[in-house]
């Protein structure tokens, strides 16, 4: 299938992908969730192409893509990351955080790889905040370090009102310092020993583990 524009042939996939290219500029955050969406579908590749495009065009009056931090939340279970990030993003009235389920039987690489892929597909290299339970944030932070680009606030105590709370000051776009400082203030944290990164730029990474009785902000680089 394609176009004939002055007898050339504009083979109708690529248009597709040029105005998908174009839109994930405009529209980073939502073409991220149409993106998500339709590859859960297992269409062909000029299916997907027109479906992401109708999707992110419905979508992009209902994302706000003027937030400028990035929000993942992670954690153990068959839907509880989902689950709060479904009342977090309602309450906020926007989408603010992805989340990414861990069931049992799915093996770590396989989040790992989503958390990567989530990173990557952020057009703002702007702060991350990550929200994991007990137990996933030492393999996990290890392995997607090397992806990040900006300061990285860690939660390692997945709540709903901590999510809600991290998540409105997102929305309202609370700089980066600011709502790290305030869970620091909130929780009371810090395991330095598991601070260990290769980046070429010094980040500020502000680590919340309210395990821990003492608290701390790093440098690393």
Known sequence: MGYYIHEKKIPFLGCLKDLNIEIQTVYPRTSYIADKFVSSLHLTSEKSAFLKIVISLLLSDYVKEDIELKGLLIAHGEST??????????????????????????????????????????????????????????????SIKNALQGDLLIVDNLTTSIALDIGLKIKNRVPFKTIAENSLSKNIKLKPSILKASQKQKTSLFLVCPAWAYRKKLKIS
Do not use: W
């Not at 989902?82 to 049992?104: G, H, K, W």
């Open 81 to 142: 990351a989902s689950s709060i990030q479904s009342v977090v993003n309602r309450l906020c009235e926007t989408y603010v955080f992805e989340a990414i389920d861990m069931p049992i039987n799915t093996a770590l690489e396989n989040i790992i790889t989503e958390a990567r892929m989530f990173i990557h597909h952020q057009a703002n290299p702007d702060g991350l905040t990550l929200l994991v339970d007990m137990g996933s944030l030492s393999k996990l932070y290890s």
